[in-house]
């Protein structure tokens, strides 16, 4: 192996969260700062805990009511289609037909 191309490995690294929870291990940087750990994050605790950077969190539950508010009023595809074949079943049919002498304006009524 070359000497000299990898990085110093401190073995008492200082990690440091948030929480103020705070343990030793090791690795290339002398202090590290998190913002979870296994002390608050919900995996482990079991408790919900959001850490909530440019309201993130906010942002998503107001866009998911909204979606949710409209999507109860708005109509489903087989709701559109069922009143675009009602609408066209009572449409009247006209068929414009070109004789030689005149033109007629036959009406046709459905079946």
């Known amino acids: 192996m070359k000497n000299e191309i990898h990085p ?8 440091s969260c948030v929480c ?13 700062k998190v913002e979870l750990c296994s ?3 919900p995996f482990y605790t079991g408790k919900q805990k959001l850490v909530d950077t ?10 998911a009511a909204t979606t949710a508010k409209v999507s109860a009023v708005r109509k ?9 074949a009602e ?3 009572k449409k009247e049919v006209v068929i414009k037909t070109k004789d030689i002498k005149k033109i007629a304006q036959v009406t046709l009524g459905k079946k």
């Open 76 to 84: 489903g595809k087989k709701v559109k289609t069922a009143a675009r």
């Open 87 to 89: 609408a066209h079943a």
């Open 54 to 63: 440019a309201r993130r969190v906010e942002k998503f539950t107001a866009k």
């Open 39 to 41: 002390a608050c994050h």
């Open 8 to 15: 110093k490995y401190y073995t008492d690294t200082k990690v």
């Open 20 to 32: 103020g929870n705070t343990f030793t291990t090791g690795s290339t940087e002398p202090e590290i």
